[in-house]
């Protein structure tokens, strides 16, 4: 969101259902934030921020050591939470249960990092990383470099079978009203933010399917290869 104004006043939070009121993070404005450019101020409130007073704990750290990750903003673990707000379970789904409730805490499935200032961001969901030659890619990370392209109205980066690498990022695109581009313009574009193993290695330009409000629909990401071959 990088309007002219009213950044404050749209603050970014992470929600889930699994959580008694929802809310478990919020991306608390800093006064000392207040005198920034527009674009950084939209940068950090797109952190999903600090957790909810009503949360007894939330951190990132490794999903099998439990240790807290480095508050270096690089490094990814789990988001795990902990207090009376959370399920007890999944109703009938003991395999569910047991597979996010471990050693106190719930594996939220978020991947995320940690800054300086301990406030929290997510960079992808675990079964939606992007892992190509070994590296683990976001696919949020390059989503949200491809959507400052100022001709791509929304995007959805996911992971394309590929023989050499495993997988490699593929770019669903579509544009804003009036506007043109190509495959190469976005990698080109992408290759100014990303690593060049992080950019899409293709790119398809259409329309994607959205929900009631207008925000990228669930299965965004599962449509892809009912596609027509890329």
Request: some cysteine; glycine content about 8%.
């Amino acid at each position: 969101f990088q309007a002219e104004d009213g950044i404050r006043d749209q603050p970014r939070s992470r929600g889930l259902g699994d959580v008694y009121k929802r809310q478990v993070l919020q991306c608390a404005w800093n006064e000392e934030w207040n005198n920034l450019s527009n674009s950084e101020k939209a940068d950090l409130n797109a952190r999903q921020g600090v957790r909810y007073p009503n949360l007894e704990e939330a951190v990132v750290a490794d999903p099998e050591t439990h240790i807290p990750v480095p508050k270096d903003g690089k490094t990814m673990g789990e988001i795990l939470i902990r207090g009376n707000v959370v399920m007890k379970g999944y109703y009938k789904n003991k395999e569910a249960t047991e597979s996010s409730m471990r050693n106190g805490w719930f594996h939220s499935g978020d991947l995320a990092v940690v800054y300086p200032d301990g406030y929290i961001q997510i960079k992808d969901r675990s079964k939606d990383i992007i892992i190509s030659g070994g590296e683990n890619i976001s696919s949020v990370e390059v989503e949200n470099v491809v959507a400052k392209h100022p001709a791509v109205s929304l995007v959805a980066v996911v992971a394309k079978p590929d023989k050499k690498w495993g997988e490699v990022p593929c770019a669903f695109i579509e544009l804003k009203e009036g506007k043109k581009t190509n495959q190469t313009e976005i990698i080109n574009f992408c290759k100014k933010y990303l690593a060049s193993f992080k950019c899409p290695k293709f790119v398809v330009f259409g329309l994607l399917p959205k929900t009631y409000t207008g925000k990228n629909s669930a299965i965004s990401k599962g449509f892809i290869f009912t596609l027509p071959s890329i």
